[in-house]
């Protein structure tokens, strides 16, 4: 049997993948001086479990005169340095002041690293000397009505909706340690690990399967004398690793292996394919060696990329025509949310890799089991930070950036002093110490076309440039259960869709058939509930909500599934957003803000965060358009703000997402040599 070619790796897996598409806070992170003895720093270690007078107390309640006293040493000493440099007689220092603008992923990443990393209170036993000593003093800001996740998001019937349905991904490690500080067991947030199947005009194109729980029978039981000489061969590599070179089971009962990627995704994604034939996805085989390029390559190689669209590298590496217009186009569509003509080759090429060159099931995705997002996530981190003994959060909500006004100071630095806001009521927010921007593109540009100070920072005006992405999403409630091969599903190629990509997710399946669909309306017989989301949208955005539902519910649906054909439509709910996704357009990845903003030695008090800013040295493995990439810009704007303003302070850990694969790291070894003599004629 001739080897397997590497290229159908990267079709089997982008294609498997993208289609599916769509407690405990360490607070305790004050830098105590090492000769406090352990009796006494173990109440600020328990921190995280106990309020600032339970602390208080158990200082109190040491019998040891000389431990206690080394506390409140401690304690002076720090009011103590803060006058000697301020000129200041027996006053502590006033409390840092942060202002976190944006409740995305990003914004409360960053609410949560500034809250475990400075403190609220010191506790003391000399309250009248020096009281209760607060360190930060934390706000968010967003306009969103309550960005806390505490008030539901509701039809006018009050039935629960959202804009868009977001997957979570295997390798979203910081994601699924927050899970774990909050007492929130995986398994009642999450769903299992879905399949995701991919609907054309002429009917089901390809279904991803789920590595991480696959056997060898589910991946290669209907594949023809290749399947059964595949599962037999595996099952005889595997039991000779074991010892005594036996087991039980059949060869179809079998996990399927964690192969090396791409291999792993050849194997697994062959008989997925309904229709491409396997010539077309061969022709993928060049954009492996461009991701290897591009990944492994400096600063300068990525902004070559990125000046390509991804359509002209597509050509440039003769890819077939059917594989681009049958199935890339439609994936990109769900995946970066716009086509491979408007796409940066760059951004392209971190999917590319995170989907088919990672590890074999990097790509398994798992969604919402109860409710939504933010009610299942950031609502309970929301509480755990509003409360006193975390931190005691302040969050504005409806509250709209009026100014960021920026002052020089005495270290020859530009500082950020001021934030105005306006709401129901205007306020304003002196002496800040530092800004966290955790918005997109859309809220950059209110931002900085509102603040003459920001917009003479190049940094600035060129990120509040770029544009975003027009999204529409519906939610569809039916008289009855219709049943489809996959909870989750892509539209491709349909007349209807007039440019954009399309998704469908059966609510119902997802999350078990649970009430809470319904909202009010409990009814004892509920039928099926459908999120539809559509990207890329603009040429749909100016379609009234019934023209939009009809679409909905005359042509794709049914086209997909033909049994939506007999379901009627009970109600439905159409929410329009212009521009608020990130478009990585060609040439847009100089334009896109760095996590430093302007640069410490600029500006040091404004960091940005975002799926969309560039992390510099501390990029993380989470690539594009991410809920794991955004949580972590957050940790990371926060640990860089309070390097830049503070002395002491505790940086969040962030966990990395798992170590490349030892043919991955080969390949951009050998790549890295062998570029320093073939010139990258592609690029030019």
């Not at 006033?94 to 500034?114: C, D, N, Q, R, T």
């Not at 399949?195 to 089901?204: I, K």
């Not at 076309?449 to 529409?472: Q, R």
Request: charged share 20%; aromatic share 10%.
């Amino acid at each position: 049997m001739k080897p397997l070619h590497l290229p159908v790796v990267a079709a089997a897996a982008v294609a498997t993948t993208v289609i599916s598409l769509s407690a405990q806070i360490n607070c305790s992170a004050f830098i105590l001086p090492p000769s406090l003895p352990t009796s006494v720093i173990q109440p600020f270690s328990s921190y995280s479990t106990r309020s600032p007078t339970t602390i208080v107390q158990t200082t109190k309640s040491s019998n040891d005169e000389a431990e206690q006293e080394l506390t409140n040493q401690f304690i002076k000493q720090v009011t103590s340095s803060y006058n000697e440099k301020n000129n200041n007689n027996n006053s502590p220092p006033p409390p840092k002041k942060y202002v976190i603008i944006g409740g995305g992923w990003a914004g409360w990443g960053a609410a949560k690293a500034l809250c475990q990393g400075l403190p609220y209170t010191i506790p003391t036993t000399e309250p009248t000397d020096i009281g209760n000593y607060q360190f930060a003093n934390i706000t968010l800001i967003d306009a969103l009505p309550d960005p806390t996740g505490s008030t539901p998001y509701l039809s006018k019937t009050g039935k629960p909706v959202e804009a868009g349905t977001r997957g979570f991904w295997k390798d979203y490690p910081n994601i699924n340690k927050l899970c774990e500080q909050l007492g929130l067991e995986e398994n009642y947030v999450f769903t299992p690990f879905t399949n995701s199947s991919f609907y054309s005009p002429d009917g089901l194109e390809a279904t991803a399967p789920v590595f991480s729980e696959a056997t060898v029978g589910s991946i290669l039981g209907d594949v023809p004398l290749v399947g059964d000489v595949l599962k037999n061969a595996l099952l005889l590599a595997r039991r000779g690793k074991e010892s005594g070179g036996g087991g039980g089971g059949t060869a179809a009962q079998e996990d399927f292996p964690m192969l090396p990627s791409p291999l792993g995704q050849v194997i697994a994604t062959i008989p997925y394919f309904e229709r491409l034939p396997i010539a077309d996805r061969a022709s993928m085989v060049g954009l492996l060696l461009a991701t290897i390029d591009c990944l492994g390559g400096d600063e300068n190689v990525k902004r070559q990329y990125d000046r390509m669209t991804a359509h002209e590298l597509f050509l440039r590496f003769r890819l077939s025509e059917r594989l681009v217009e049958d199935f890339l186009k439609p994936t990109l569509l769900v995946g970066l949310f716009k086509p491979p003509e408007e796409l940066s080759a760059l951004v392209v090429m971190e999917l590319l890799y995170y989907y088919a060159l990672a590890h074999q099931d990097s790509f398994d995705v798992r969604w919402i089991k109860s409710g939504t997002v933010s009610d299942s996530l950031i609502q309970p981190l929301a509480k755990r930070l509003m409360k006193e003994e975390y931190g005691q959060l302040n969050v504005l909500g409806g509250c709209r950036v009026k100014e960021v006004s920026i002052e020089k100071k005495e270290d020859g630095k530009m500082h950020a002093t001021k934030l105005r806001y306006f709401d129901t009521k205007s306020g304003q927010m002196e002496t800040i110490d530092g800004i966290i921007m955790a918005v997109g593109n859309q809220g950059m540009s209110s931002i900085v076309s509102s603040s003459p100070d920001l917009a003479k920072f190049p940094v600035f005006s060129k990120a509040a440039s770029l544009k975003g992405i027009d999204v529409i999403s519906c939610r569809l409630w039916f008289d009855r259960k219709v049943s489809t091969r996959s909870p989750a599903n892509v539209f491709s190629r349909f007349d209807a869709l007039r440019g954009a990509g399309g998704t469908f997710f059966m609510l119902d399946q997802l999350q078990e058939d649970s009430p809470e669909l319904w909202g009010e309306d409990a009814r004892d017989e509920r039928g099926s509930v459908v999120a539809c989301d559509f990207y890329n949208a603009g040429g749909l955005m100016s379609l009234s909500d019934e023209d939009l539902v009809k679409i909905l519910t005359d042509e794709l649906l049914p086209s997909a599934v033909t049994k939506f054909a007999d379901a009627k439509l009970v109600e439905s709910w159409v929410g329009k957003y212009p521009g608020v996704v990130s478009w990585f357009s060609p040439g847009s990845y100089d334009k896109r803000p760095p996590l430093e903003g302007a640069g410490k030695d600029v500006l040091p008090n404004i960091k940005c965060a975002g799926d969309w800013v560039r992390m510099g040295e501390r990029e993380h493995g989470a690539k594009g358009l991410c809920q794991e990439r955004a949580y972590v810009s957050g940790f990371e704007a926060a640990n860089s703000l309070m390097k830049s303003t503070c002395e002491k302070f505790q940086p969040h850990e962030v966990l990395p997402v798992r170590e490349d694969e030892m043919q991955f790291k080969m390949g951009i070894e050998l790549n890295q040599k062998v570029m320093q003599y073939l010139p990258r004629f592609w690029t030019r």
